[in-house]
């Protein structure tokens, strides 16, 4: 790196005829900006023209959810701190940039595995680039009134992106049945770290081919003259804010074949300049991995373009099946997508028309396989008026990929079954991972020390496994200062907690955080419950013993969620009754943070004793929140679910503290009948706590346990048309959960002992590194080079 403060200075005066101290924080954001990719782009460059002489792999993603780029970018070009000091130098504080919004495009854990799968591929310098779209708005900005949820428009472009170029060249045109548009490339950097190895994201803008329609305008139309404007922006105008739930609507189809169709044509376009029109060999320079079934237009419209320069349909089907491969994210069926075939052939009928080309194939290829009628129907790609997209994607493509051991076992035995007993040798698991450059190094510079001072280096930032030394870091002294770091980021998250959303937070208390999507399976209610539980065992002096702790609590629930909704506003009320009820106050708090997003999570996760992750066993299919938790020194109050087994086993299942049914007790209870208002009646203390829902405990909207609570209490006790009573077995878990979370609040009182829990999780935490799981990709799926 040059003289960085030389070459803002001139920036500063250049675009904006002022010094740098005189610059506004958006001002100094988009002037750095510009410095760090003046200084980047020659081996941007470079890495290009390397990953465009080799093979090479791409990550198709509806979501990237990047968050704040200034830190990270600076961080990974290890120049943060003498930026921070000559900022400072200049009276300027580095947090300004704490003013500019977190790129949110993406929902939740699924946008934010692609973030970090980005930055590890560029570290490890695996020739992955990731292909989007550039949403003008992302996850909706979450504003809690009353207890209730308020979502107001991610308008992040407002502070302009420094870190997008905009590649007008590049542009390509992408049609549907009504409409054809042009897609407009910008081109993200995306910064290894310890190396000159820089990757690219590249997200699609939906752009009008001709802007304006002068004779509408000429004749007075003025909407007319601006629809067809109008009509292509809208088709990258907002991410669907749907984590986990699948909707047939025509633009977020019209989302998924944009992106895929454009991405495809720069791809071929990249391959023609290189060997002209012969596309035998495609699939031996490029694969894609489709994230989740969002990207599986890919396929057929990859059969498309290759028809186009000439393939027949075999032969381009051959060469989609060997260059796609597909990661399943959700075993929920709500979330599978099954696009109906009237919409399709609305929308895309080229594409539906190839898809039914795909189907008969597999039934053929079914059929010479000798796989009789039943188990056939049951592996339709379609079946009546519905295209099932994640048979399609398991069917025509290379893998499949569950994204933690318990997960992908799930989609062998269950959910992917058939395809399992015929396509074995398709079948892998790949556990998701999470990025220490974020997730360690830039949110947690203090703990980052003390694993540099023990490792004897900070390789530890570009080779996980290193933190292994930290096993036979044991002593005393050692766990003292990590007590003390945690105590110094209690602190600190109590400050952010306190600017952002304006409550006390105690920082001398145990931090029990759920930091997660709102969803019912994830069950944020359990814990809602444990917590009235302990409410009222503290009233009746029942837990002499309990250390004080603060419940925190972060989650955006889908705007159209009615049920997730609920769930916050009774934890409010939760909050406002225990918070300021004089038996309890001083012992537990409860507190419900707004807006929980990326820049959000770096705060918490650093600063928590207690990760909570309560998914009912079978549904989380990974989970990648508690891998930062547990990165970070905290113990794992969970299921056994997800990657919280891998977790266990890696740090020992002592240092966890694991409740509830496990999958095959879920199994054994839907099969032989489970009765949740059965145990209820046995147990008064479960019972008046779910009361505590319609009895008049709570307010839900004025109506004292008769409006959206009563509905709660519904389901769990009596059941929906649509579902058994208590779908997702909370009242089956609550006791084992009540006394787990009652132990883990009893060791914590052993500083020393609690502290060694903690740091055996740092230590054993090598493997969650996404490191590891892209290089897995790299060597066994996408068989492309690294470092
Ligand atoms: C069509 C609506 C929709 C939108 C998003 C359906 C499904 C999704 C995602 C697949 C949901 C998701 O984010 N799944 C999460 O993926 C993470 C990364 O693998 C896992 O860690 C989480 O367990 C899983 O819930």
């Known amino acids: 790196m040059g003289n960085i403060m030389e070459k803002l200075e001139i920036t500063a005066q250049e675009a904006y005829c002022k010094k740098v101290e005189e610059l506004t924080p958006s001002e100094l954001h988009l002037a750095l900006g510009k410095v760090v990719m003046g200084e980047i782009a020659p081996n941007w460059a470079k890495s290009k023209a390397k990953h465009n002489s080799e093979r090479r792999a791409y990550y198709f993603s509806a979501e990237f959810l990047m968050g704040r780029m200034m830190y990270n970018n600076l961080y990974c070009l290890g120049i943060l701190d003498e930026v921070t000091k000559l900022l400072k130098k200049k009276g300027i504080d580095i947090n300004v940039f704490e003013e500019i919004d977190d790129a949110a495009l993406g929902n939740g854990g699924l946008g934010r595995l692609a973030a970090c799968y980005l930055d590890s591929a560029a570290t490890q310098e695996v020739p992955l680039d990731g292909y989007g779209i550039r949403y003008k708005y992302g996850l909706f900005k979450q504003l809690i009134k009353d207890g209730y949820q308020v979502e107001i428009a991610d308008n992040w472009q407002r502070f302009k992106d420094p870190w997008c170029v905009r590649r007008e060249d590049e542009a390509v045109t992408v049609s549907f049945k009504d409409q054809t548009v042009k897609a407009v490339p910008y081109d993200m950097a995306v910064i290894g770290c310890k190396t000159d190895n820089i990757n690219t994201l590249r997200l699609w803008q939906a752009e009008a081919v001709n802007e304006f329609d002068f004779t509408a305008f000429n004749n007075t139309e003025y909407d007319r003259a601006v629809?067809?404007?109008?009509?292509?922006?809208?088709?990258?105008?907002?991410?669907?804010?749907?984590?986990?739930?699948?909707?047939?609507?025509?633009?977020?189809?019209?989302?998924?074949y944009f992106f895929c169709s454009a991405s495809l044509q720069d791809i071929m376009r990249r391959y023609k300049a290189k060997h002209?029109?012969?596309?035998?060999?495609?699939?031996?320079?490029?694969?894609?991995?489709?994230?989740?079934?969002?990207?599986?237009?890919?396929?057929?419209?990859?059969?498309?373009?290759?028809?186009?320069?000439?393939?027949?349909?075999?032969?381009?089907?051959?060469?989609?099946?060997?260059?796609?491969?597909?990661?399943?994210?959700t075993v929920l069926s709500e979330a599978l997508e099954k696009w109906s075939a009237d919409l399709m052939t609305q929308v895309i009928p080229e594409i539906y028309d190839i898809i039914c080309l795909i189907a008969n194939k597999c039934q053929e290829e079914l059929i010479a396989k000798g796989i009789n009628n039943e188990m056939r129907a049951k592996m339709r790609i379609i079946d009546g008026n519905a295209v099932h997209m994640a048979r399609l994607a398991t069917y025509a493509g290379t893998y499949v990929n569950g994204v933690a051991q318990l997960h992908t076992e799930i989609l062998k035995a269950d959910l992917l079954k058939e395809w399992y007993q015929v396509y074995p040798e398709r079948f892998l698991n790949k556990t998701n991972g999470i990025t220490q450059r974020r997730w360690l190094g830039l949110c947690n510079?203090?703990?980052?020390?003390?694993?540099?001072?023990?490792?004897g280096s900070d390789d530890w930032l570009i080779?996980?496994?290193?933190?292994?030394?930290?096993?036979?870091?044991?002593?005393?002294?050692?766990?003292?200062?990590?007590?003390?770091?945690?105590?110094?980021k209690k602190v600190q998250?109590?400050?952010?907690?306190?600017?952002?959303?304006?409550?006390?937070?105690?920082?001398?208390?145990?931090?029990?955080?759920?930091?997660?999507?709102?969803?019912?399976?994830?069950?944020?209610?359990?814990?809602?419950?444990?917590?009235?539980?302990?409410?009222?065992?503290?009233?009746?002096?029942?837990?002499p013993n309990w250390t004080p702790t603060t419940f925190i609590f972060g989650a955006k629930a889908a705007p159209g969620y009615a049920r997730a909704k609920a769930i916050i506003k009774y934890i409010t009320e939760i909050a406002n009754l225990v918070n300021n009820d004089p038996d309890t106050k001083d012992k537990l708090q409860v507190y419900f943070i707004s807006n929980y997003n990326v820049s959000y999570a770096e705060k918490i996760v650093v600063a928590a004793d207690i990760s909570e992750q309560t998914s009912t066993a079978g549904l989380e299919a990974s989970g990648t929140g508690n891998m930062k938790f547990m990165l970070n020194g905290a113990v794992t109050l969970g299921t056994w679910d997800g990657a919280n087994i891998e977790i266990a086993e890696c740090a020992g299942v002592e240092n966890e503290y694991i409740f509830g049914a496990r999958v095959e007790?879920?199994?054994?209870?839907?099969?032989?009948g489970y009765n949740p208002a059965g145990l209820l009646e046995q147990n008064p203390e479960l019972k008046r706590v779910i009361n505590t829902l319609i009895d008049g405990t709570f307010d839900d909207d004025g109506a004292q346990g008769e409006g959206s609570f009563r509905e709660l209490h519904h389901a769990l006790t009596k059941g929906t048309h649509w579902h058994d009573p208590d779908h997702y077995f909370l009242i089956q878990d609550l006791p084992d959960y009540i006394e787990t979370k009652i132990r883990a609040n009893a060791d914590y009182a052993d500083r020393k002992e609690f502290g060694k829990k903690c740091l055996l999780n740092v230590a054993n935490a090598g493997k969650f590194s996404s490191d590891r799981a892209i290089l897995e990709y790299a060597n066994e799926i996408w068989h492309v080079s690294h470092k």
């Not at 320079?285 to 028809?307: F, G, K, W, Y």
């Not at 510079?445 to 023990?454: A, G, H, N, R, V």
């Not at 080779?463 to 110094?488: E, G, H, P």
């Open 276 to 329: 002209g029109t012969d596309f035998s060999h495609f699939a031996e320079e490029n694969a894609i991995q489709l994230n989740d079934t969002h990207p599986v237009s890919c396929v057929p419209e990859l059969v498309r373009l290759l028809q186009l320069e000439g393939m027949g349909f075999d032969e381009a089907f051959e060469i989609a099946r060997k260059t796609c491969s597909y990661t399943n994210h």
């Open 493 to 543: 998250l109590a400050e952010y907690i306190k600017k952002m959303d304006g409550f006390d937070v105690n920082p001398d208390t145990i931090f029990d955080v759920q930091v997660k999507r709102l969803h019912e399976y994830k069950r944020q209610l359990i814990n809602a419950f444990s917590i009235m539980a302990i409410y009222f065992r503290i009233k009746e002096g029942k837990l």
């Open 463 to 488: 080779d996980l496994s290193k933190l292994s030394v930290l096993n036979d870091c044991l002593d005393a002294r050692t766990i003292n200062k990590f007590n003390k770091i945690k105590a110094k």
């Open 665 to 672: 007790d879920i199994d054994r209870l839907k099969k032989e």
């Open 227 to 256: 629809k067809e404007k109008n009509d292509a922006e809208n088709i990258s105008k907002v991410l669907y804010p749907n984590d986990n739930k699948y909707e047939g609507k025509v633009l977020r189809l019209k989302q998924q």
């Open 445 to 455: 510079p203090e703990l980052s020390e003390l694993i540099t001072d023990k490792v």
